[in-house]
Every structure is written in C-alpha cells, then in structure tokens.
C-alpha cells in the first residue's frame, strides 16, 4: 500500500507561482509512475502531468505545458509540482497519484493511490 499526502496548496493571484508537495509512505516511489491530477467543481478529474517511474521523462496536458513542472526526489520519497505563470482556470483541487504501470500515464483508471488533494486557487 502506498499513502500519498499532498501539500502547498492556497491561494494566490493571477501570474503568480506554487509549488505542490506529494510525499509517500509506505512504499518507495522508485517503481511508480507518478501523476497529478485536478478537479474544478462540477467537472471531471482531468490529467495535469505524469513522470515517469525512473524521473526521466514527464509529459503535461497542453493547457499547462510551459508553465507546470513535475519533478520526482525518490531521496524524499517526494514529486512535486510546480506552477507558475497561474491563471484563474487553473482553480481546483490537485490530486497526486501513483501506479506500478510503466512509462507516461494519463489515464486516471491506470492509478491505483491517490492523495486526499490540495486546493489552489487563483485569482484574476
């Protein structure tokens, strides 16, 4: 079993910066594949960015790209998620995930931990 604990979250002004904490226990992050995830109200959960298991590659969904980094500490047992440049759309709770499936995922029915989320908010 793997506990994933988000942390960072708060709110902050348009163009601004924060940087999203995600820290496990139970097991060690080295064989999973991480994601970050976000869920504004009364939308689905949509895919943000994911790494890989090995730290070496990352991929993000095209409304972040250029502005989030993902970023895995496997020293901490740590993947953070930082975001700059905010927007107001980029309002929602933030959910970090893991999964034992190989490579870049971003399908959220691939990961099995999630964390109980973050909540960023961003104003214009």
């Known amino acids: 079993q793997v506990q994933l604990v988000e942390s960072g979250g708060g709110l902050v002004q348009a163009g601004g910066s924060l940087r999203l904490s995600c820290t496990a226990s139970?097991?060690?992050?080295?064989?999973?594949?991480m994601g970050w995830f976000r869920q504004a109200p009364g939308k689905e959960r949509e895919f943000v960015g994911t790494?890989?298991?090995?730290?070496?590659?990352?991929d993000y969904a095209d409304s972040v790209k250029g502005r989030f980094t993902i970023s895995k500490d496997n020293a901490k047992n740590t993947v953070y998620l930082q975001m700059d440049s905010l927007k107001p759309e980029d309002t929602a709770v933030y959910y970090c995930?893991?999964?034992?499936?190989?490579?870049?995922?971003?399908?959220?029915?691939?990961?099995?931990?999630w964390g109980q989320g973050t909540q960023v908010t961003v104003s214009s």
């Open positions: 139970g097991r060690r992050l080295t064989t999973y594949a």
């Open positions: 790494i890989a298991w090995s730290g070496g590659s990352t």
């Open positions: 995930a893991a999964t034992k499936v190989r490579g870049l995922i971003w399908s959220v029915q691939l990961y099995d931990y």
